[in-house]
């Protein structure tokens, strides 16, 4: 931690505040606590499970990539503590102290890759900056969340709704869709069209990719306006055309070698899962809340700790593991969209559905559990010479 990857301590950190968040809907559904977990689970595993894996692997990432300094290990321990804090203050029913601490977290998050960006040797993968816009997403969807709960103004309807979208689906899609622009052809032997010759000066295919970024990020921003405004089969539509459209530009997969391996696989699944997830909204609107957790649950986890997979082996001098076939990611990738089509099946047996949140809780608890016991130690392997 202290040569600059946090990841070996904010991973196994984010992986158990992913299970905790994730088994409130069993001790709810079997009656061992008494109030309802939607949001206070909501808000754990964004501002907490998924934050975790966000500056885990940006902290240790980003500054290689600027030539700049590395994450320090009291940056990596104060990330670790502020994180603890807000799942405490969640969990126990403090949204307001927890959004809070997270804008902290947050804005120290920017303010030190700011800083880096300044004091750069090199420029960033343009697509990167989706993952910056996705940092203002959650920037000003936290604060439109901590306003309303600190002061109640009178805001138009639109406005709480628009909070929650930058902040429970921006600040996840935007980064991943700009780092997977840069990493996930690796998976698949693919050409990386985020690759530049290290340079301070923007050439013009830096400026265009850079521009075909946000003007994807900004069929998101525009999808996130309409969803706020009621227009929601447009909003889900729009923005699964958007994840279509960028990741279909950026990693065609129908070019892609025959890549062995388990990794490449899961991957396979949770691209597959986001915009399907976003089209079965836009099919089904009045279910679009069932339908949200197939990115989640089969989209957005697995691509979590399928990447996390490949950072623990590359940081740990295992790379002839990313096309071999490994047995927990195997089981990962089977267990998750287990969870998530039990969750989606529930809405459509209304006398069991909190038995079935609990069974998806449990299939994704021990999926990531077992990935947990066999790959995870392994952020305790030291870099190869």
């Not at 700790?305 to 195997?330: N, T, Y």
């Not at 038995?355 to 392997?381: C, E, F, M, N, S």
Request: proline share 7%; charged share 10%.
């Amino acid at each position: 931690m202290a040569a600059g990857e946090p990841f070996r301590l904010l991973f196994p950190l984010g992986t158990a505040v992913g299970i905790f968040g994730i088994m409130l809907w069993p001790a709810y559904g079997w009656h061992l606590t008494t109030e309802y977990p939607g949001p206070i689970h909501a808000r754990i595993m964004i501002e907490g499970f998924l934050t975790c894996f966000i500056i885990g692997f940006l902290g240790t990432a980003l500054p290689r990539l600027l030539g700049a300094t590395r994450i320090t290990l009291g940056e990596t321990l104060g990330f670790a503590v502020a994180l603890l804090g807000v799942v405490v203050l969640q969990a126990s029913g403090s949204s307001l102290g927890g959004d809070m601490v997270f804008l902290g977290i947050l804005l120290a998050l920017i303010t030190g890759m700011a800083f880096r960006a300044a004091t750069r040797r090199d420029n960033p993968p343009p697509a990167f900056l989706l993952a910056a816009l996705g940092m203002l997403c959650a920037l000003i969807g936290v604060t439109i969340q901590i306003i309303l709960q600190a002061a109640s103004p009178v805001w138009p309807a639109w406005v709480a709704p628009l909070g929650r979208l930058l902040l429970y689906q921006g600040f996840v899609l935007l980064p991943v869709m700009g780092v997977g622009a840069f990493l996930l052809p690796r998976f698949f032997g693919l050409p990386n069209r985020q690759n530049f010759p290290e340079s301070l000066t923007l050439s013009p295919e830096w400026k265009r990719r850079a521009s075909f970024a946000l003007a994807c990020g900004a069929l998101v921003l525009a999808s996130f306006a309409l969803e706020a405004l009621g227009l929601f089969r447009t909003g889900y539509g729009l923005r699964a055309g958007a994840v279509v459209l960028f990741f279909y530009h950026e990693l065609p997969l129908h070019q892609a070698k025959a890549i062995p391996g388990s990794l490449a696989l899961g991957l396979k699944i949770a691209l597959a899962s986001i915009p399907l997830g976003y089209a079965l909204m836009t099919i089904f609107p009045d279910h679009a809340l069932t339908f949200l957790h197939v990115v989640f649950i089969s989209g957005f986890s697995l691509m979590v700790f399928i990447v996390a997979s490949r950072v623990i082996f590359g940081h740990s001098g295992q790379m002839g593991k990313f096309q071999a076939s490994i047995w927990p990611v195997f089981i990962l990738f089977t267990l998750l969209p287990l969870a998530m089509l039990t969750r989606v099946s529930s809405d459509w047996m209304p006398n069991v559905r909190f038995d079935h949140y609990a069974y998806a809780a449990i299939a994704w608890t021990v999926g990531v559990g077992i990935w947990a016991l066999t790959i995870l130690p392994q952020v305790r392997k030291p870099d190869a010479p």
